[in-house]
Nanobody, 125 residues
Framework: QVQLVESGGGLVQAGGSLRLSCAAS????????MGWFRQAPGKERDFVAG????????YYADPVKGRFTISRDNAKSTLYLQMNSLKTEDTAVYYC??????????????????WGQGTQVTVSS
């Protein structure tokens, strides 16, 4: 089992940057594919970015391509999301998630096995 705890959210002006972290417990973090999702008020939880177990493959939703970067440090059991050029429409609760296949390419919330509690990101104009 994996427990996930996000941090790094906050309030930032449009055009600014934030770096989210997701700390994982357990010795099997390096075998899981990992993903970031976000959920705005009144909307569904959407895929943002994914990364394979090794970090060798990454995947992004179109709205964040070129602005967000997902990465991981398996030695530290930590997942990251660097968010640059933030827009007001990026405002949401951001969740990290783990999936057992290790591929990191899954975009459906039902394909992930473990979730963090979320961290709020608010981008002001």
């Amino acid at each position: 089992q994996v427990q996930l705890v996000e941090s790094g959210g906050g309030l930032v002006q449009a055009g600014g940057s934030l770096r989210l972290s997701c700390a994982a417990s357990g010795r099997t973090f390096s075998t899981y594919g990992m993903g970031w999702f976000r959920q705005a008020p009144g909307k569904e939880r959407d895929f943002v970015a994914g990364i394979s177990w090794s970090g060798g493959s990454t995947y992004y939703a179109d709205p964040v391509k070129g602005r967000f970067t997902i990465s991981r440090d398996n030695a530290k059991s930590t997942l990251y999301l660097q968010m640059n050029s933030l827009k007001t429409e990026d405002t949401a609760v951001y969740y990290c998630a783990a999936e057992k296949t290790g591929w990191g390419s899954r975009k459906n919330i039902n394909e992930y096995d473990y979730w963090g509690q979320g961290t709020q990101v608010t981008v002001s104009s």
